[in-house]
């Protein structure tokens, strides 16, 4: 296996990661993407492509660094007053892992694969929240989105009280070919989602990829029709759901006692 600092926080100093993770203006976000510290994404005021904005954009995309065009006034109101002089990048506060990495987790232990994969997560508090119960149940990595997916921000780095510097965490530009991946390696994938089977009556034991959905709209459709199972929760109650991290981390323990062997009395 890789060694764990390939994929953990470059400096995990109690300053460092109470910064913002945006870097405002030209030459710090070049200066940002010159470096080795991994980058989530790139903004850039629409129709600026010319000069060091145009290099900016070139360098971004080369490092595969998501790059999307915004308003002025949404750099403005974003900076604060700052001098952005047309784009803000967000720095992630972890390095990224590689699928391979995941899978010599497991291997490691001597485990199947358990991986949680978070289809669109856009809160930092959800994805850290799913992190830290990731970490205690013993998956071995999580799988998330470029797009309209927060990344490894020090939000979530915080909120998964250092659970983060654990878990490998994986960043893929498509989920459904992620997905795919994963099957042809050999993992069953669960949907956690509205009408499925009883959450509690299938075999987790095996290889495992948990499929948690976006807080607004749950699993996408084209990832619910890759996945081969779907469970949900017994709502009771007035309320209809749950909280993704919620739900994801009654279902991570319901993986976790049944790879325990431990029999619910």
């Not at 994929?7 to 976000?29: C, E, W, Y």
């Not at 470096?35 to 600026?48: I, N, T």
């Not at 830290?132 to 939000?155: D, F, M, Y």
Request: one cysteine or more; a neutral charge.
């Amino acid at each position: 296996m890789n060694d764990r600092n390939n994929f953990k926080k470059a400096d995990t100093s109690k300053n460092d990661l109470q910064k913002n993770d945006m870097v405002i203006g030209r030459n710090p976000v070049t200066e940002l993407l010159k470096s080795d510290r991994p980058c989530d994404k790139v903004l850039v005021a629409k129709g600026e492509v010319r000069g060091s904005i145009g290099k900016i954009i070139s360098m971004a995309k080369e490092k595969g660094v998501l790059v999307k065009d915004v308003s002025v006034q949404k750099l403005d109101l974003m900076s604060g007053g700052a001098s952005h002089q047309g784009v803000i990048a967000f720095a992630a506060a972890c390095e990224y892992a590689t699928m391979d990495d995941i899978f010599a987790a497991a291997e490691e232990k001597g485990e199947p694969p358990f991986i949680i994969i978070a289809d669109e997560l856009e809160d930092p508090h959800n994805l850290g929240a799913v992190i830290r119960t990731a970490e205690c149940c013993g998956a071995h990595g999580i799988i998330i989105p470029k797009r309209r997916s927060v990344g490894l921000t020090s939000t979530v780095f915080k909120t998964s009280a250092g659970a983060a510097e654990y878990v490998p965490v994986v960043r893929v530009a498509n989920l459904a070919s992620a997905i795919d991946e994963l099957k042809e390696r050999g993992v069953w994938i669960y949907a956690a989602d509205m009408d499925g089977e009883n959450w509690c009556s299938q075999d987790y034991s095996g290889a495992v990829g948990l499929v948690v959905g976006s807080e607004g709209r749950g699993v996408g459709r084209l990832i619910r029709e890759k996945c081969d199972f779907t469970v949900s929760l017994p709502m009771r109650g007035k309320i209809s759901s749950l909280n993704a991290s919620v739900a994801a981390s009654v279902l991570m323990y319901e993986i976790a006692r049944q790879r325990l062997g431990i029999k619910a009395k």
